[in-house]
T-cell receptor, first 116, second 113 residues
Framework: AQKITQTQPGMFVQEKEAVTLDCTYD???????LFWYKQPSSGEMIFLIY??????QNATEGRYSLNFQKARKSANLVISASQLGDSAMYFC?????????????FGTGTRLTVIP | KAGVTQTPRYLIKTRGQQVTLSCSPI?????VSWYQQTPGQGLQFLFE???????NKGNFPGRFSGRQFSNSRSEMNVSTLELGDSALYLC????????????FGQGTRLTVV
């Protein structure tokens, strides 16, 4: 089974509008971390936001917020007031804490296009 | 504070050759992980090093190897290159690993011809 599922291959959003990128995950660990990264065409992976499984509050970083619904195993990224520079690939990732392994499992990504 | 630095940014190699990629993590970070990104397979974990020891390994053949030095800098090596090794290789740096933030470098784009 896929550990991270991103069901939206592509999304369009009007400039200045908000957009939600979906992410669901699958783990039996109690301790895990969820990450969102942005990858522009240049290739670098830019860290956006992190949510720990024990964090009770949803993580926020500027215009980015993570809508964490533990029971549904979803960790959706919300980008408010979209800007043209937000056009990029967005990856959701998970790190499982129980096994001691440190690797990230990535989803297939969502390509976001911001329309002027 | 300097970010994660990967060198070189671009490489073109011939089948059968070997290649070494370098990653300098954020100062103070002791965990370095490597990932391969291809259009067909997406992002796949190669291995992770912590305090000069390989702590975890993904499902890649033995042609892929790595090491970490005492200053936490890491190198990965691919021997006997195949066309399918053409990919973006990304390095991620974490303080200690576990549920802490992971920051990536700009990647090394390897083309095998």
């Amino acid at each position: 089974a896929q550990k991270i599922t991103q069901t939206q291959p592509g999304m369009f959003v009007q400039e200045k509008e908000a957009v939600t990128l979906d992410c669901t995950y699958d783990t039996s660990d109690q301790s895990y971390g969820l990450f969102w990264y942005k990858q522009p065409s240049s290739g670098e992976m830019i860290f956006l936001i992190y949510q720990g499984s024990y964090d009770e509050q949803n993580a926020t970083e500027g215009r980015y917020s993570l809508n964490f619904q533990k029971a549904r195993k979803s960790a959706n990224l919300v980008i408010s007031a979209s800007q043209l520079g937000d056009s990029a690939m967005y990856f959701c990732a998970m790190r499982e804490g129980g096994s001691g392994a440190n690797n990230l499992f990535f989803g297939t990504g969502t390509r976001l296009t911001v329309i002027p | 504070k300097a970010g994660v630095t990967q060198t070189p940014r671009y490489l073109i190699k011939t089948r059968g050759q070997q290649v070494t990629l370098s990653c300098s993590p954020i100062s103070g970070h002791r965990s370095v992980s490597w990932y391969q990104q291809t259009p067909g397979q997406g992002l796949q974990f190669l291995f992770e090093y912590f305090s000069e020891t390989q702590r975890n390994k993904g499902n890649f053949p033995g042609r892929f190897s790595g090491r970490q030095f005492s200053n936490s800098r890491s190198e990965m090596n691919v021997s006997t290159l195949e066309l399918g090794d053409s990919a973006l290789y990304l390095c991620a740096s974490s303080l200690i690993g576990g549920n802490t933030e992971a920051f990536f470098g700009q990647g090394t784009r390897l083309t095998v011809v």
